[in-house]
């Protein structure tokens, strides 16, 4: 009866989730416009937070940071039903093109209707990027931390390690200096070490058995290495979906065509032309790009049967977000206690300075994929940009419109 009370925040997770288009940096665009400027269930300093810790951990940011504005409204219950709601559209999406694998078309995969997501979804990042830098951005050493992430971000966008790497820099930066952040005192909380001990026997209980069964080429292999390999996937990829796609096409697709494994029939194996599919699909589509573990695992047991591809959906959807929810919510305790300290607050304000900057090329990053075809299309595209980032900024609208909004463009030119 207690979570009756949330069902308006669940509601807005579920829209969120069916409009979120342009991976973990567009989402914190529409996240501060719904859950902050509309609905205030965390303010703009909590939200940048929740986003820097995520972005220290593997998988999923976008997922983590959503999760942990659920559990800051209603503990683990709410939190679990925030990610539920989240993630399972775009799985179910995801999956469900599985099935339908055989009847697309890759070069049709994006619609008239889409053509102006792209510049959308810069937009939302040019939204985001204003807002935090009202936030983070006081003085100067913020602002040089800003300007080289930026810089280094752009050039080393498709990097995994260039995201912590930063982050830990920034923090180190800002504690060069003697100017004390006045230390707020908040009660610690209680870190609950189950999470991590979960986490930590699934990762190696899914290890092991999967390793047992490729060893004897047990007949029914493939859900284990399904598993361990989305599994491991979720808990050690940095850098979002631009990592956790080349990754899998390496363990999916490179690696059976291997002289060693080319003549195996009882591994997981995925064609090229349905892998690229599947990933172009997955940036077509709302939520997050970590849905594509969804269809991956759809393809992986197809040759099983119905029942098993199903299976094989339920597993890629599993094992890539339940890394993420066991990490952020095991470190966000020990997070919340260590911010008692001046040295962390003096550090949150080159982290967050790095964000601001990473948020800032990720937005010029994404223009490079904007047409620029012609004038007319030129003049479209950025003024979808600007209609967007002016609705968020200036008017009242909730996001989902302004999504429907630039898919009603899409589909009148």
């Given at each position: ?345 003096r550090a949150l304000e080159g982290i967050n300075a790095v964000v601001v900057g990473i948020i800032i090329a990720s937005c010029f990053y994404m223009m490079k994929d904007v047409s620029l075809i012609d004038v007319k299309t030129s003049i479209l595209n950025f003024g979808v940009i600007i209609g967007v980032w002016a609705f968020l900024t200036f008017s009242r609208l909730p996001s989902p419109v302004i999504v429907f909004i630039c898919m009603l463009l899409g589909w009148i030119f």
């Amino acid at each position: 009866m207690v979570l009756l009370r949330h069902i308006p925040f669940l509601k807005a997770v579920f829209l969120h989730s069916i409009t979120a288009f342009g991976g973990p940096q567009g989402h914190l665009g529409m996240m501060m416009k719904t859950f902050v400027h509309r609905r205030r269930d965390v303010t703009e300093e909590e939200l940048m937070d929740y986003n820097a810790i995520c972005q220290m951990l593997p998988g999923a940011s976008s997922t983590q940071t959503l999760t942990l504005i659920g559990y800051k409204r209603g503990g683990i219950p709410l939190a679990a039903l925030t990610l539920i709601i989240w993630i399972l559209p775009a799985c179910c999406i995801m999956g469900g093109f599985s099935f339908l694998i055989d009847d697309i078309q890759s070069q049709s995969i994006k619609a008239n209707m889409f053509q102006f997501i792209q510049p959308m979804t810069v937009g939302f990042l040019a939204y985001a990027a204003f807002q935090a830098f009202k936030i983070s951005i006081h003085n100067t050493i913020t602002r040089v931390i800003m300007v080289i992430g930026a810089i280094a971000t752009y050039f080393l966008f498709t990097t995994p390690w260039i995201f912590p790497i930063l982050l830990i820099l920034g923090g180190f930066v800002t504690n060069l200096s003697s100017k004390r952040i006045p230390q707020k005192e908040e009660p610690p909380q209680k870190i609950k070490w189950w999470n991590l001990w979960l986490f930590a026997a699934i990762f190696l209980l899914a290890g092991a058995s999967s390793e047992l069964a490729r060893k004897n080429n047990l007949p029914n292999r493939k859900p284990l290495n399904l598993f361990e390999n989305t599994y491991r996937f979720g808990s050690l990829v940095f850098g979002g979906g631009n990592v956790l796609i080349p990754m899998m096409y390496e363990q999916f697709v490179v690696r059976p065509e291997s002289p060693a494994r080319a003549k195996q029939t009882n591994i997981i194996r995925i064609d090229k032309d349905d892998f690229y599919t599947g990933a172009g699909i997955a940036r077509a589509i709302p939520g997050p790009v970590f849905s594509v573990a969804s269809f991956m695992g759809g393809i992986a047991l197809k040759d099983k049967g119905s029942t098993m591809q199903l299976f094989g959906c339920i597993i890629g959807s599993v094992a890539i977000f339940l890394p993420s929810a066991l990490l952020v919510l095991f470190f966000f305790p020990i997070w919340h206690n260590l911010k008692k300290y001046v040295i962390v607050y003096r550090a949150l304000e080159g982290i967050n300075a790095v964000v601001v900057g990473i948020i800032i090329a990720s937005c010029f990053y994404m223009m490079k994929d904007v047409s620029l075809i012609d004038v007319k299309t030129s003049i479209l595209n950025f003024g979808v940009i600007i209609g967007v980032w002016a609705f968020l900024t200036f008017s009242r609208l909730p996001s989902p419109v302004i999504v429907f909004i630039c898919m009603l463009l899409g589909w009148i030119f």
